[in-house]
């Protein structure tokens, strides 16, 4: 009896060994890595974005991380290894936070990718980097304007949620409130004009707010009302004033 003891307790220490070995050897993992050390800084700048992709996101739900939009070393502490623009492998030089044309580039890499996205989203179209590039928005970030709508802008970049999801900024109920956050705003709006020359006005959404699509979208919950994007469009977003802008 008192040997069937013995037996048990070596076992056990050697299991716990054998543990204690495995976590010590692991790397840690890459949302860990990234999300410990941002999630104590003390600057809300750097520390949200870490707090958010903790929560409910689609892409940290599917298995993405932090290294796979902004690069660097996912498995160091050390600051300045976490953030070699270098890179010990091409791939993974940190990027940083993306913007301008680069955002589009960087949600590209994966969203452009059918075989990728076929994966997660079988139904999921790749084309919309494209439509973009021919947009509105997109051809006056490609002549140097910064102010205009990015993927991020719309959609988030952190605590991104499904189109499906009635917390999204672009669930149907949303979307225009999304849009309102540039159309609405005067000083950003200053100096846009329509393709007729007008200057485009910044009261569009308390218009939306006054008609029956808004009470139908928001009173009645039909999403099928039309909202902002149903007239004109989503990546390939047209300008105010074209002939056909759907």
Do not use: W
Not at 183 to 192: C, I, V
């Amino acid at each position: 009896m008192r040997s069937s003891r013995i037996l048990v307790i070596l076992c056990g220490l050697v299991a716990a060994g054998v543990m204690n070995a495995s976590a010590q050897s692991a790397p840690a993992s890459i949302a860990n890595t990234c999300v410990a050390c941002h999630s104590a800084l003390s600057d809300a700048r750097l520390a949200a974005p870490a707090q958010l992709f903790s929560g409910q996101d689609v892409h940290r739900e599917r298995g993405f991380e932090c290294v796979d939009c902004h690069g660097g070393s996912p498995t160091s502490a050390d600051k300045v290894l976490a953030h070699d623009a270098e890179g010990r492998v091409a791939a993974m030089a940190f990027r940083g936070k993306p913007s301008g044309q680069a955002v589009i580039a960087t949600c590209a890499r994966c969203h452009s990718n059918a075989e990728l996205m076929r994966t997660f989203a079988p139904k999921q179209r790749v084309d919309q980097a494209t439509e973009y590039g021919g947009s509105v928005h997109g051809r006056q970030l490609a002549a140097g304007d910064t102010k205009v709508a990015t993927c991020a802008s719309c959609h988030g970049a952190h605590g991104v949620r499904l189109v499906s999801d009635a917390k999204s900024p672009v669930f149907p109920i949303n979307v225009a409130a999304t849009c309102a956050t540039c159309h609405a705003d005067r000083t950003r709006m200053a100096g846009y004009k329509t393709t007729d020359g007008a200057a485009i006005g910044t009261n569009q959404f308390a218009e939306y707010q006054k008609s029956v699509h808004f009470a139908a979208l928001t009173k009645r919950n039909d999403l099928s009302a039309p909202t902002c994007n149903d007239c004109h469009g989503n990546h390939g977003a047209a300008p105010p004033g074209v002939g056909a802008i759907a």
